[in-house]
């Protein structure tokens, strides 16, 4: 699990394998103190494991369907990305929780200077719509994120000098394609506005209650 909180950018130093799987040598521009094989690591918001490490420089596979629905099979050698190990049980959770687990690539649509912030517009698939809420959570390349405004295939965030200068947001323009994973209890609600629930004993679902009208008047 992670918070959405970028510890530190990251350089690509080489990449093995096909456009249907990949195995990246990333190289983190800040100190990753006790790195363990096996361990998860966000890159660019989605959850990889690290293979090996070696000094501060780590190898991590990205499997077919990983590259199948991110942009990590456009990464090369060359390429900066954003980098995020698990959170640890007892540090602050500065974000929203964040699974690793990428549902679509965005596409930048625009970018308007407000004041020192910038603001982002960004398109995504239709599908997607009713997991993005007004002042809901959103994770980008990473990054968690407060949604400014939305629609069924938009939504903005405003970005402060801070996150732009520390992450790969500093990079984005116009056209950019961007890891997008929604909020995972949105997910969860949906699922149950969608099918209802199953009790524990197998008996087949029945309508939970559970409607858009009734989220609405709960405050949701």
């Known amino acids: 699990m992670f918070t959405g909180i970028i510890q530190c950018l990251g350089d690509i130093t080489a990449r093995y394998g096909t456009r249907s ?20 690591i966000a ?3 989605a959850c990889l494991t690290a293979e090996s490490f070696s000094g501060n420089a780590f190898t991590a596979y990205a499997s077919e369907e990983t590259l199948s629905v991110s942009t990590l099979a ?10 995020e190990r698990a959170v640890a049980v ?8 964040v699974s690793g687990h990428v549902d679509c690539v965005a596409t930048v649509a625009s970018l308007t200077s407000r004041g020192d912030s910038t603001i982002f517009r960004l398109d995504f698939p239709r599908a997607m ?3 993005i809420v007004p002042k809901g959570s959103v994770t980008l390349d990473g990054v968690s994120l407060t949604i400014n405004e939305c629609g069924l295939n938009f939504l903005t965030v405003n970005i402060i ?7 790969v947001l500093q990079f984005w323009k116009t056209g950019s394609r961007v890891n997008m994973e929604t909020d995972i209890i949105g997910k969860y609600v949906a699922r149950m506005v969608e099918t209802g629930y199953a009790s524990s004993t197998g008996s087949p679902a029945r309508p ?10 709960n405050g949701f």
């Open 74 to 83: 456009n990464l090369a050698t060359g390429g900066v990305v954003n980098l």
């Open 161 to 167: 000098p801070e996150t732009i200068g520390a992450t």
């Open 21 to 40: 799987e990949a195995r990246f040598a990333i190289i983190p521009r800040a100190p990753f103190p006790g790195p363990e094989i096996g361990e998860s």
């Open 208 to 217: 939970s209650g559970v409607s858009l009208d009734f989220l609405r008047e």
């Open 129 to 131: 719509g009713h997991l």
């Open 43 to 45: 890159v660019n918001g």
């Open 90 to 97: 007892g540090t602050r959770l500065g974000g929203h929780i």
